[in-house]
């Protein structure tokens, strides 16, 4: 069999093992590695499987997710989701879907110290959803505000997401990091805009609760101080230089862990699960790693990149029109994987095609990472839906679907401006960048 032959039987293998509920990691790790032995013979191919693990684990660049997810885990344990809603609700809980803006803007602040998108939904269904329904919003306006300030986690740096897309890409987690900071702040507006326009629309979905003191808001203000504290020192001198990304990384985990002692909400046995819950998460990201980059390798050896780029250069597409038709595969992608997971089995054959369309390979990271906030949400699948009707199995899923409706829209707005305005994205890498 020609090399080009045996990577399309391997990627037909990879879709078949995922079929049959083998581990994402596990299955790019075996198709790559019987599919490198097919080609390069098996003692190359076991002799890169042992190596590429002690790459990756050694990697610098990866030392960072444990250690924000290990911030994300102290800063849960401290009660830091719940300071921020309160802050934001007294600000914003007079208003007209003041508690919707609120569970937003408080997904977004406790997303930037939540080392999860799963988890930062999972707390704010757990604190806003209740005392939205006892104010009398709808529950579809309700739940598909939550959903929604959830999917920001994957865009607000430090994300998970897009530092395994630099380590998988080979692009600076920093520039990553500057590039996704305006559509970041636009997704928010946007989101913002989502509320107002579906409360103006039907003001029955979100009555006006009364306007709190400014004692009261000045409490909840004291109350936030340590996770304000907390966002900037790790924003501030993240940005400002003073610090790299990993030690951003390791001076946010100190300091979750201290506010945590200090306020007294951290025993051992949470101090234990912190370490357990961040442990296991680590591993699999770690492993999902290794396993898209045996699987790469063996998609480079089969020139399935190349017989790629010679498909679309025959079809004569502007460069535009290929981003487009990429754009429109991820959703469906999406619709069948967990986000992380096409993203890692795509990338080895679409950034070569994003590259030689004339695209930055930063941008199109935070391409990937808006698609992955869509995955997170829209139908048929959405394992932020999933988990938020688990939360409140009275709501019914098609309840929740309609509520995420105007986000959708709102993230679709954003993909399309970032299409044709790419400088949006890379203006910032280019100002501070070297």
């Not at 590695?33 to 660049?61: H, K, M």
Request: one cysteine or more; aromatic letters at 10%; glycine letters at 8%.
């Amino acid at each position: 069999m020609s090399p080009l032959a045996i990577g399309l039987v391997g990627l037909l293998a990879l879709f078949l093992l995922i079929l049959l509920s083998v581990p994402v990691a596990f299955a790019m790790m075996l198709v790559g590695v019987v599919g490198f032995a097919l080609q390069a013979g098996w003692a190359p191919a076991l002799t890169f499987l042992a190596t590429e693990p002690v790459r990756l684990l050694g990697s610098i660049d990866m030392a960072t997710t444990p250690l924000f997810l290990l911030m994300g885990a102290f800063a849960n344990e401290a009660g830091f989701s719940e300071d921020i809603y309160v802050l934001a609700s007294a600000l914003f809980g007079h208003r007209r879907g003041g508690l919707a803006y609120a569970t937003i803007l408080g997904s977004a602040a406790f997303g930037s110290i939540c080392g999860s998108t799963t988890a930062t939904a999972a707390t704010f269904g757990r604190i806003a959803l209740p005392a939205m329904l006892k104010r009398g919003y709808a529950a579809s306006f309700a739940t598909g505000a939550i959903a929604a300030g959830g999917t920001l986690k994957s865009l607000i740096p430090p994300s998970l997401l897009m530092i395994l897309y630099s380590v998988q890409a080979k692009t600076f987690i920093f520039d990553l990091f500057l590039a996704a900071a305006v559509p970041a702040l636009l997704t928010i507006v946007f989101n913002m805009v989502a509320v107002a326009a579906t409360v103006h629309s039907n003001p029955k979905l979100a009555p006006v609760a009364p306007r709190v003191s400014r004692e009261e808001k000045l409490a909840a203000l004291r109350r936030a101080g340590p996770a304000m504290v907390l966002l900037a020192s790790v924003f501030g001198g993240l940005y400002s230089g003073v610090f790299t990304v990993n030690e951003a990384a390791a001076v946010a985990a100190v300091l979750a862990l201290a506010f945590a002692i200090t306020r007294r909400r951290l025993s051992w046995p949470t101090f234990m699960r912190s370490l357990y819950t961040t442990a296991g998460t680590a591993v699999m990201l770690y492993m999902i790693l290794i396993g898209a980059s045996v699987f790469s390798y063996f998609i480079t050896l089969a020139h399935i990149p190349e017989a790629l780029l010679a498909f679309i250069d025959g079809l004569h597409l502007s460069p535009i029109g290929v981003i487009a038709i990429l754009l429109a595969a991820y959703i469906v992608l999406g619709t069948i994987f967990e986000e992380l997971s096409a993203i890692m089995i795509t990338l080895p054959f679409v950034l070569p095609i994003v590259v030689h369309a004339g695209y930055d390979p930063v941008w199109w990271g935070v391409m990937n990472v808006i698609e992955a906030e869509l995955a997170l949400i829209h139908p048929p699948f959405g394992i932020i839906v999933f988990m938020l009707h688990a939360q409140a199995p009275e709501i019914r899923m098609s309840t929740i679907y309609r509520g995420v409706v105007p986000f959708l829209v709102a993230d679709f707005l954003i993909l399309v401006l970032l299409t044709v305005f790419p400088d949006l994205a890379l203006w910032l890498p280019r100002l501070l960048g070297p």
